[in-house]
């Protein structure tokens, strides 16, 4: 029996474009968790054939925001509690170690990096915008370590580590509390630990700036009697916590 003909150029073109849409849609929450990916309506939906619409949802499952079901059943990602412990553990590991290497060599022009991008933080217009900006911080600090396998194992991952934060940016709108103010103000001391030229302080900050996001989903969690559950909340706001 002959092998199957590789999938040609042009489709190979339009599973890419599907790829983009599906995973935009999926990370600024358009496409929720646990919401339904049916392939003859995405296909409907983009205007093309099942096939790219197949191969993209491959892609997204090895990406880690899609799932396949044993019914069959293709659908969004939903993150647990032990998603997120382990996507701040693997961060925290990675890019504490960026951090470290960094800070040793930072620069001006590193400087004016983040300010920039920090600045458009404070002015994204949707909280898919500052998720994106965001993770595009933490991307350029894991690139400026110099540490080219650091950077490939940190990739191997990155769209899940921006899925959790686009859940922890959507949060924290929901129980009333301000993302850019609080992702900025949180930016702003990692900036000036990585500034420093004190490779551990980098690290530690790093390691901290990361861990406090997995506090905010005990908000999840409904309030005790007391109401302390919406204490912790605000103590979080108060003190960054945001990755």
Same mark, same amino acid.
């Given at each position: !029996?002959?092998?199957?003909?590789?999938?040609? $150029?042009? #489709?190979k073109?339009?599973a890419?474009?599907?790829?983009?849409?599906?995973?935009?849609?999926?990370l600024?929450?358009?496409l929720?968790?646990g919401?339904?990916?049916?392939?003859? %309506?995405?296909?409907? #939906?983009?205007? %093309?054939s @099942?096939?790219?619409?197949?191969? *993209?949802?491959?892609?997204?499952?090895?990406?880690?925001?899609?799932?396949?079901k044993?019914?069959?059943?293709t &659908?969004v990602?939903?993150? +647990?509690?032990?998603?997120?412990?382990?996507?701040?553990?693997?961060r925290? *590991?990675l890019?504490s !170690?960026? $951090?470290?290497?960094?800070?040793?060599?930072?620069?001006a022009?590193?400087?004016a990096?983040?300010?920039?991008?920090?600045?458009?933080?404070?002015k994204?217009?949707?909280?898919?915008?500052?998720? #994106?900006?965001?993770?595009?911080?933490?991307?350029? %600090? %894991?690139? @400026?370590?110099?540490?080219?396998?650091?950077?490939? =194992?940190?990739?191997?991952?990155?769209?899940?580590?921006?899925?959790?934060?686009?859940?922890?940016?959507?949060?924290?709108?929901?129980?009333?509390?301000?993302? #850019? *103010?609080?992702?900025?103000?949180?930016?702003? &001391?990692?900036?000036?630990?990585?500034?420093?030229?004190?490779?551990?302080t +980098? +690290?530690?900050? !790093?390691?901290?700036?990361? $861990?406090?996001?997995?506090?905010?989903?005990?908000?999840? *969690?409904p309030?005790?009697?007391?109401g302390?559950?919406?204490?912790?909340?605000?103590?979080?706001?108060?003190t960054?916590? =945001?990755?």
């Open positions: !029996m002959p092998a199957p003909a590789p999938p040609s $150029a042009s #489709r073109n339009l890419r474009e599907v790829v983009q849409l599906l995973r935009t849609a999926i600024s929450g358009k929720p968790p919401g339904a990916l049916a392939e003859p %309506v995405l296909a409907e #939906r983009f205007g %093309v @099942r096939a790219p619409v197949r191969e *993209a949802l491959i892609e997204l499952e090895r990406e880690g925001l899609v799932e396949f044993a019914t069959g059943r &659908c990602r939903t993150l +647990a509690r032990k998603d997120f412990e382990e996507i701040t553990e693997a925290s *590991a890019e !170690m960026a $951090a470290r290497r960094v800070a040793a060599v930072w620069s022009a590193d400087t990096f983040l300010e920039k991008n920090i600045a458009a933080q404070a994204a217009a949707t909280l898919g915008e500052l998720s #994106r900006l965001d993770m595009e911080l933490h991307a350029y %600090v %894991v690139r @400026r370590s110099g540490n080219d396998r650091l950077a490939a =194992l940190w990739q191997t991952i990155r769209w899940q580590f921006e899925m959790a934060l686009a859940s922890t940016h959507r949060l924290q709108e929901s129980l009333v509390f301000q993302p #850019r *103010a609080i992702t900025v103000e949180s930016h702003r &001391c990692l900036l000036a630990a990585l500034a420093s030229g004190r490779p551990e +980098a +690290a530690k900050t !790093m390691a901290a700036h990361i $861990a406090g996001a997995l506090e905010w989903f005990a908000a999840d *969690a309030p005790d009697s007391s302390q559950k919406r204490a912790r909340t605000k103590r979080r706001a108060t960054g916590g =945001l990755a």
